[in-house]
C-alpha cells in the first residue's frame, strides 16, 4: 500500500518529466522544414534507429541534414558498385505500393496502417490468402513470407491482418491478445478450442496461423493455446532493418565533424588500429599506430587502362593532455598508388596504413583522423596513452606488440645496433602488428617488445596467461637498443581472451628480481584463419636526422609550459645541427619569452641572409629588437613581417608600440585598431588606444 502511494505521489512528476521530453522532441520536429519532416516522420519512420534519429534531430542546418540524409541511404545500399541505391529505390517502391493498394478501406494513408507498415518493413510476401465474405469469419488476410533468420526472424512464417468485427480497416492480428475468437463473426460461448475448430475446418492454413507464426513450430490445434513466440517475432521483424545499420556514423559526425570538412561529416567508415610505443636511443618515445580499413570502405581511382589505381590520404594527428592542451597537432597529405596486383590485396582483405611519431612523457589521448579523398570517407583511430620517463639508467620495458610475422629487410637498412627505429621496422627487422591481437589456434605469435636500459646480460620472460594460470614461458635474451624478439606456438589452445605478460629480470649473478612488467591482451579465435592486410603503406620520419628528435622534444615540451626543458632540447638539437632551422626559430621564441633579446638575435639574424621572406624569422628578429628598445629596426622589421603574412596580436602590439615610441601616432592608433580586429579582448590595448585618443576600431 505504501509504495503505491508512492508511486501516486510521484505520478504528477513522472509525467511532467515525461511530457516535457515529448514537448522537446516534439519542438524540433515542428522547426524542421517540411521535407526533413517528411522524410523523418513518413519515409523513413519504420527504417531509422533511435541513435540516427536523435542525431538527425540535432543538426542545425540544411545542409547538414542532406548530408545526413545522403549517408543514410548509402549504409544500406545493397550494391555499392552499382551508381543506384537498390536499397531506397526498392523502399520507396514499396510506400508507394502500400498508399496505392493498401489504405483503400481506411481514410489513413496506406503507409500509416498495419498491413503498409509491414509490407514496407518486409516487401512483397510469397503468398496471400484472402478470406474475404465467409460468412463464419470475418475478413481476414493470412500472409506468408520466407525470412532471414540472420536477422532474427524464423526461415518461414505467417503475417495475419484481420478486420475486427468485420469493420474499419485491416489490423494485425496477435494470436495471444486477440485469440482465434477475434477471427470469428459470432464468438459468443465459444473458446479457443471451438474457434480453432471453426478455423481448421475453412482453412488448416489459417488455424495454424491463429495459434502461432511461426511454420517451424508445431501449433496446439488440440488445446488451442497460442503461441507467446508471436510476439515477439513481430517485435523481431520491426527492428530487422535497424539489426544490420552501424550507426557509428552518426555518433561520428557529432564528434568529429568540427574536425573534418563538411563533405566528410557523414562519411565516417569502422577501422581497426593499435597503438605502441617503443624508444629511441636518445631516451624519446616513438608512438607507432596501424590503422586497418576493410576493403568495403577503402576506395580507389584507376586510370583508363587499370595499370595504377590511386587514392590521396589527408591525415590529421593530435595528442592532447587530460586539460586539452594540443601538444603534437600535425596534418600531413599521402599519395597512395598501388599496381594492380597490390589492387588485387585490398579488394578481398585490409588495407593498412602505419607511421609514426615521438611523443614526450604524459598522460594524453592521441586520435588520428585518416580521409580519403575518393568518397570522401574517414577512419578514426585513437587510445590513452601514458608515456613514462625512459632513462638509460633505469632499465625499462616499452609496451609489448604482437606481431602475426617479421621479417628481415634486404638493402641499406641499419642494423638493430644503430638503435634506428622505423615504422614497426626495428634495425634491419620489420615486424607485421597484429592490429587488435587476434589470432588462430596454431598461429605463431611473435612477441616484441624493448628492454631500454637493459645490457645484453639482461633477459626477459614472456608467459602467455589464463587467469592466474600459466600456459606457457619463454625465456629471451636482449638485443641490441634492448630490442627483444621472440616467439610463442599458440598449440593445442582453446578460443578466448588470454594475456601475454613480460618481465625484465636482472643480470645473472645479482640479487635475482624482477626490475620491470608490461603485458597485453591477446584474442585467440576459433577460426581456421585471422584476416591480415593485403597491402601495408608504411610512413614515417628518419630518427637518424641530426637534432630532429630533439627539437621535436622541444617544441612538445614547449606548448606544455615546460620552457627550461624546451630549452635544453634545442640547445640540444642546435649543437647537433647548428643549421636547423626549426630548432633555430623555436629557441629564439623561448629566448624572447625570457626577455633575452640577444641570444633572440643571435640565433635569428644568420638566418635572415638565407630566409628573407620567412615570417618567423623576420617577425622575430623584429620582437627582438622591439625589446631591445631599437625602435627604427624594430619598425622596419615588423612591417617586412605584415608583407609576408597576417601577423599575430603580439607582433602588431609591438608595432604599435614603437611607432608611438617614435612619435607617430596616427600609425600607433592604426595598428593598436587592427590588431583589437584580431582579437578584441585585450583591456590593455584598448586603455592604451583612449589615451590616444582613438575613436575606436575600423572596420
Not at 29 to 54: A, F, G
Amino acid at each position: 500500500m505504501m509504495m503505491i502511494m508512492m508511486l501516486r505521489s510521484l505520478l504528477p512528476v513522472i509525467l511532467g518529466a515525461v511530457l516535457v521530453s515529448a514537448a522537446a522532441a516534439d519542438e524540433r520536429v515542428d522547426r524542421l522544414p517540411e521535407e526533413h519532416k517528411t522524410w523523418l516522420e513518413q519515409d523513413v519512420v519504420y527504417i531509422i534507429t533511435e541513435r540516427e534519429r536523435e542525431v538527425f534531430l540535432s543538426l542545425e542546418t540544411l545542409d547538414e541534414r542532406n548530408r545526413f540524409i545522403e549517408a543514410f541511404w548509402r549504409k544500406r545500399d545493397s550494391n555499392r558498385t552499382t551508381p543506384e541505391n537498390e536499397y531506397r529505390v526498392e523502399h520507396y517502391r514499396r510506400i508507394e505500393y502500400a498508399n496505392t493498394y493498401l489504405g483503400r478501406e481506411t481514410y489513413r494513408e496506406g503507409w500509416r496502417t498495419d498491413r503498409g507498415r509491414y509490407y514496407i518493413l518486409l516487401g512483397e510476401p510469397r503468398e496471400i490468402q484472402r478470406y474475404d465474405g465467409y460468412g463464419k469469419i470475418v475478413s481476414t488476410h493470412l500472409w506468408f513470407y520466407q525470412g532471414d533468420p540472420l536477422m532474427g526472424v524464423p526461415s518461414f512464417f505467417y503475417l495475419l491482418f484481420f478486420k475486427r468485427n468485420d469493420f474499419g480497416e485491416f489490423r494485425l492480428y496477435s494470436p495471444v491478445v486477440d485469440g482465434p475468437q477475434s477471427l470469428l463473426t459470432q464468438q459468443t460461448g465459444l473458446d479457443n478450442i471451438a474457434a480453432v475448430t471453426v478455423l481448421d475446418e475453412i482453412s488448416p492454413e489459417l488455424a495454424t496461423a491463429s495459434l502461432s507464426y511461426d511454420t517451424g513450430e508445431p501449433p496446439d490445434l488440440i488445446g488451442g493455446r497460442a503461441s507467446v513466440g508471436s510476439d515477439a517475432m513481430i517485435a523481431r521483424i520491426e527492428e530487422s532493418p535497424k539489426r544490420a545499420i552501424r550507426t557509428d556514423y552518426a555518433d561520428a559526425a557529432l564528434r568529429y565533424g568540427n574536425r573534418v570538412s563538411a563533405d566528410y561529416t557523414f562519411n565516417y567508415v569502422p577501422s581497426r588500429s593499435q597503438f605502441s610505443v617503443l624508444v629511441d636511443p636518445s631516451g624519446t618515445a616513438i608512438v607507432l599506430y596501424s590503422i586497418e580499413i576493410d576493403p568495403e570502405n577503402f576506395s580507389t581511382e584507376s586510370d583508363e587502362e587499370k595499370s595504377k589505381f590511386y587514392t590521396t590520404l589527408d591525415l590529421t594527428i593530435e595528442a592532447r593532455t587530460p586539460e586539452g592542451v594540443l601538444v603534437v597537432g600535425n596534418d600531413k597529405e599521402v599519395y597512395l598508388e598501388l599496381s594492380p596486383s597490390q589492387m588485387r590485396g585490398v579488394q578481398t582483405r585490409p588495407f593498412a596504413y602505419q607511421d609514426q611519431f615521438p611523443l614526450v612523457p604524459g598522460d594524453y589521448m592521441v586520435s588520428v583522423i585518416l580521409r580519403n579523398r575518393v568518397l570522401r570517407q574517414y577512419a578514426v583511430a585513437e587510445a590513452e596513452l601514458s608515456i613514462p620517463n625512459f632513462s638509460a639508467s633505469t632499465p625499462q620495458l616499452a609496451d609489448i606488440i604482437l606481431a602475426y610475422d617479421t621479417s628481415l629487410v634486404d638493402g641499406d637498412a641499419p642494423d638493430a645496433a644503430d638503435g634506428f627505429i622505423r615504422t614497426y621496422q626495428l634495425g634491419n627487422e620489420r615486424i607485421e602488428p597484429a592490429t587488435g591481437s587476434v589470432f588462430v589456434i596454431d598461429d605463431t605469435v611473435h612477441v616484441v617488445t624493448q628492454a631500454f636500459g637493459a645490457s645484453s646480460e639482461h633477459r626477459v620472460t614472456f608467459e602467455l596467461v589464463s587467469g592466474d594460470e600459466v600456459l606457457q614461458t619463454i625465456t629471451s635474451s636482449v638485443g641490441p637498443n634492448g630490442i627483444v624478439i621472440d616467439a610463442m606456438k599458440l598449440a593445442n589452445m582453446v578460443g578466448g581472451t588470454y594475456e601475454i605478460r613480460a618481465r625484465l629480470l636482472s643480470p645473472p649473478g645479482e640479487t635475482p628480481e624482477t626490475l620491470s612488467e608490461r603485458s597485453a591482451p591477446i584474442t585467440i579465435s576459433p577460426r581456421s584463419f585471422a584476416t591480415r592486410p593485403g597491402f601495408v603503406y608504411r610512413r614515417g620520419f628518419d630518427s637518424r636526422l641530426p637534432g630532429l628528435l630533439s627539437a621535436m622534444r622541444g617544441e612538445q615540451l614547449s606548448k606544455l609550459g615546460r620552457f627550461e626543458e624546451a630549452r635544453l632540447a634545442l640547445e640540444e638539437a642546435i649543437a647537433a645541427n647548428p643549421g636547423y632551422v626549426p630548432a633555430r626559430v623555436m629557441l629564439a621564441t623561448i629566448y624572447l619569452r625570457a626577455g633575452d633579446a640577444d641570444q633572440t638575435l643571435e640565433l635569428l639574424a644568420p638566418l635572415e641572409e638565407v630566409l628573407p621572406n620567412e615570417y618567423d624569422v623576420i617577425s622575430g628578429i623584429g620582437l627582438g629588437r622591439y625589446v631591445k628598445g631599437e625602435y627604427e629596426n624594430a619598425v622596419d622589421y615588423l612591417e617586412r613581417a605584415r608583407t609576408l603574412r597576417p601577423p599575430t596580436p603580439l607582433v602588431l602590439n609591438a608595432l604599435a608600440d614603437s611607432y608611438e615610441r617614435l612619435g607617430n601616432i596616427d600609425k600607433a592608433r592604426e595598428v593598436y585598431e587592427r590588431s583589437l580586429l584580431l582579437d578584441s579582448d585585450q583591456g590593455a590595448v584598448r586603455e592604451r588606444l583612449a589615451t590616444l585618443g582613438a575613436s575606436g576600431v575600423k572596420n
